[in-house]
């Protein structure tokens, strides 16, 4: 089944340390990738997609994303992390045409001050 | 600017009412989503339309209808035989394969 998959609910990271959300797809030969961030309370904002071609691609807020076909992974981080940055983390493909994603658990982030 | 409007924010719902929330898009995309969130379990289909006049039942379609009259509105009925209503919905809008917008989503409350 076409799928992606956040091995981590909950992550806890103190302010300033580097962060690392993980993203597994099971699926096409080049998906198409989103992460999207969301505050508490709030909708779903994009951070950042791939579509193909460079595999480092760079979001808002500081976040970047690395490709790697080789693992069949899409990894979400940022060099320092800030107290604002504490929301929940989704990963998805895109939802229309054969991939009818349903949204799995996200990772919720928790800053430590 | 372009977005995706929610309303109302907060919906108190008495027991055995139906109702309805509403969405409206100005991205002009074909595509329009309903998600129920529940702490703890993600995002969860409801309904979905691709086009105007056509729409398709999501993983928890039991106890909500939807219509698709126009390309811009996409309003989800919360009806009485949905017996755990209490939730936060979200609707998205989505550019064909691209990435998907959302709105700010509607809190609901059974009193």
């Known amino acids: 089944a076409q799928s992606v998959t956040q091995p981590d609910i909950h992550i806890t990271v103190s302010e300033g340390a580097s962060l690392e959300l993980r993203c597994n797809y099971s699926y096409g030969a080049t998906p198409y990738l989103f992460w999207y961030v969301q505050s508490p309370g709030q909708g779903l904002q994009l951070l950042l997609k791939?579509?193909?071609?460079?595999?480092l691609v760079q979001g808002i807020k500081g976040f970047e994303a690395e490709f790697k076909r080789s693992q069949s992974s899409f990894n979400l981080r940022k060099p320092s992390v800030h107290w604002s940055d504490a929301a929940e983390y989704f990963c998805a493909p895109p939802t229309s045409g054969t991939y009818k994603y349903i949204f799995g658990t996200g990772t919720r982030l928790k800053v430590l001050a | 600017d372009g977005g995706i409007t929610q309303s109302p924010k907060y919906l108190f719902r008495k027991e055995g009412q139906n109702v309805t929330l509403s969405c409206e898009q100005n991205?002009?995309?074909?595509?329009m989503y309903w998600y129920r969130q529940d702490p703890g379990q993600g995002l969860r289909l409801i309904y979905y339309s691709q086009i105007v006049n056509d729409f398709q039942k999501g993983d928890i379609a039991e106890g909500y209808s939807v219509s698709r009259e126009k390309k811009e509105s996409f309003p989800l009925t919360v009806t009485s035989a949905q017996k755990n209503p209490t939730a936060f919905y979200l609707c998205a809008s989505e550019r064909w394969g691209l990435e998907a917008f959302f709105g700010q989503g509607t809190r609901l409350t059974v009193v």
């Open positions: 991205l002009n995309h074909d595509a």
């Open positions: 791939y579509f193909s071609g460079d595999t």
